[in-house]
């Protein structure tokens, strides 16, 4: 993050520009929307400016700067074609720290302005840090296409009420979820047809009932996909931003972290092969306390939570309890790794069925039932099969499966470390022992795995 984001209040504060033409006039413009007291400094007044005047009671020296100009201003905005005066510009302010632009020069630049997309009171902004303004100036077109004007009347409805909601609801907690089924509901809805003294009445009477509402807590078990950030639905990332608490494993990727409410609780559970932070039963517990304080939990899961994820075992506490709950279905790793590396989990001339099994069971033994898994036309695919891998391979072809059967282990699929080894039971153990693979991986065995090479689009993809 080259440049903070934050927001500055100048209403009444002292800005200084440098410059009296088009590009000076745009800066001015904004200063002013922002109620800033403007003073130009310039040895050259262009009529655009000069119209200005009045408008924005504007203070105008038509002279050279000077290094003592910046003093006790706010801001200074530079938007001067001549360099020589852009750097003593910003060498003046920076002496005195003061924030300073300079237009197009980022270099010489303390603050830099963004694309703005202003609903005010609501106002969202996009840099790209000078690198690509163009670029910026794209994005807050399309922000303000699903940003409707209509925002900033419902942010002002809620300034209107935040006073007396803060005095009635005096749990911060309880407030937040207040406010967000505000914004989310009907009220909202009222605001956007034009109808504000509908969605005036419809606040009163939501914080009529919050005299004698109790916070009551809820689990969101989702399922945070085979890896890839853009893979999460949208009800899994609507509920990750309203989620007090998010209780996660090692297969969730820190980018699909930074997607959950910033002020969120994060809580580590990582489960892996004979390393875990909190075995299952402790897992379950934690999930209801969390929900019985009133809290809003969201447990994410990689994958699906329901195929080898053990949220059967995790619901089943919730309902002993009486603890409501929601299940967020996710793309399963066998789907997600299987489409990125090219290799189709059925196909009409090799394989007519798939088979999901786990390569350990409870007491981390490899029971399966191989005479099934050893039939010809289908796609076994093996979570959490590396540890037993030599193990598999052998069971298979003790039970009939023949020795040049192809398989293959995808490691991090559907990310940019996607990487895909492929070969044969009868020397896929040795190939992989010599490689430095480690999970999370995914294997599949069948003849599907040929057309890996001819449908391999996400590595042709990230290459080209």
Not at 101 to 111: I, Q, T
Request: hydrophobic share 40%; with cysteine.
């Amino acid at each position: 993050m080259d440049y903070f984001p934050l927001f500055i209040k100048l209403q009444n504060k002292p800005c200084l520009v440098i410059g009296a033409g088009e590009i000076a006039a745009r800066k001015i413009e904004l200063l002013a929307r922002a109620g800033a007291n403007i003073t130009v400094i310039a040895l050259k007044i262009s009529h655009h400016i000069a119209s200005l005047e009045q408008k924005h009671k504007l203070t105008i020296q038509q002279r050279a700067f000077t290094p003592n100009d910046v003093l006790n201003f706010t801001l200074v905005i530079s938007a001067t074609d001549n360099r020589s005066t852009n750097e003593l510009v910003a060498q003046s302010a920076e002496t005195h720290k003061i924030l300073v632009n300079v237009v197009d020069s980022p270099d010489l630049c303390g603050f830099i302005f963004p694309a703005i997309i202003d609903r005010s009171p609501i106002i969202a902004a996009v840099s790209s840090g000078g690198a690509a303004p163009v670029l910026a100036r794209l994005l807050r077109a399309k922000i303000e296409t699903i940003i409707p004007p209509a925002y900033g009347q419902l942010a002002q409805l809620a300034e209107n009420y935040r006073n007396k909601v803060k005095s009635l609801i005096k749990e911060p907690a309880q407030r937040r979820i207040f406010w967000e089924n505000i914004f989310q509901g009907s009220v909202a809805e009222a605001v956007f047809a034009g109808n504000n003294g509908s969605a005036d009445q419809q606040l009163q009477h939501a914080l009529q009932q919050q005299k004698n509402a109790t916070t009551v807590g809820e689990v969101y078990l989702i399922g945070a996909g085979p890896g890839a950030a853009d893979l999460l639905t949208f009800r899994a990332l609507r509920l990750m931003q309203q989620a007090d608490v998010i209780v996660y494993d090692h297969l969730v990727s820190p980018e699909i972290i930074d997607l959950a409410r910033r002020d969120s609780e994060k809580i580590y559970v990582g489960k892996q092969r004979d390393k875990h932070t909190l075995p299952q039963e402790s897992i379950n517990t934690l999930l209801a306390d969390l929900a019985k304080d009133g809290k809003r939990v969201v447990r994410l899961k990689g994958g699906d939570p329901f195929i080898f994820g053990r949220g059967g075992e995790e619901i089943e506490t919730l309902m002993e309890q009486g603890i409501h709950f929601q299940v967020v279905p996710g793309i399963t790793a066998a789907s997600g790794c299987s489409t990125y590396a090219g290799i189709p989990l059925t196909h009409r001339d090799h394989a007519q069925s798939c088979t999901f099994v786990t390569g350990h069971l409870k007491d981390n033994s490899i029971n399966l039932n191989w005479t099934q898994l050893a039939l010809p036309n289908q796609t076994i695919v093996i979570y959490m099969g590396l540890v037993g891998l030599e193990k598999i391979c052998e069971a298979l072809i003790a039970h009939g499966s023949p020795k040049d059967l192809p398989i293959a282990l995808v490691q991090q699929g559907t990310t940019n470390n996607q990487r895909v080894v492929t070969g044969t039971l009868e020397s896929f153990a040795e190939k992989i022992a010599n490689l430095d693979i480690k999970p999370p991986t995914l294997i599949i065995i069948g003849t599907v795995v040929t057309l890996h090479n001819k449908l391999n689009w996400f590595q042709l993809q990230n290459n080209s």
